[in-house]
């Protein structure tokens, strides 16, 4: 599977940017999709995830309702549209693909492929 993330960007903080990640090859309707995020010096941290069959998705605390993930299943897309944002929504941000139950889908170690990443700065 491979998984490739656009729409990164410079924003001043209160603005809104649009994520997209585009997956090919072969992924299966019981997978997850999740957005993890990484900035300089910390750990990687889960932003959100959704199945991509059905509409379930979860959301970190951090970004609940300023965050939201839409699906385009005939392009293979999933879009993080991301508003309010904040000077702390700085990161690198990555999308990944994987298989794991929906308790654990917060787990990145669980996910088997990975974006390439996208820078996000929100200036404040």
């Known amino acids: 599977v491979q998984l490739v993330e656009s729409g990164g960007g410079l924003v001043q903080a209160g603005g809104s940017l649009r994520l997209s990640c585009a997956a090919s090859?072969?992924?299966?309707?019981?997978?997850?999709l999740g957005w993890f995020r990484q900035a300089p010096g910390k750990e990687r941290t889960f932003v959100a995830s959704?199945?991509?069959?059905?509409?379930?998705?979860d959301y970190a605390d951090s970004v609940k309702g300023r965050f939201t993930l839409s699906r385009d299943n005939a392009n293979n897309t999933v879009h993080l549209q991301m508003n309010s944002l904040k000077p702390e929504d700085t990161s690198v941000y990555y999308c990944?693909?994987?298989?794991?139950?929906?308790?654990?889908?917060?787990?990145?170690?669980?996910?088997?492929?990975w974006g390439q990443g996208t820078q996000v700065t929100v200036s404040s």
């Open positions: 090859g072969r992924i299966f309707n019981n997978w997850f």
């Open positions: 990944a693909a994987g298989s794991p139950t929906w308790a654990r889908a917060r787990d990145g170690r669980l996910y088997k492929s």
């Open positions: 959704i199945m991509l069959s059905g509409a379930r998705t």
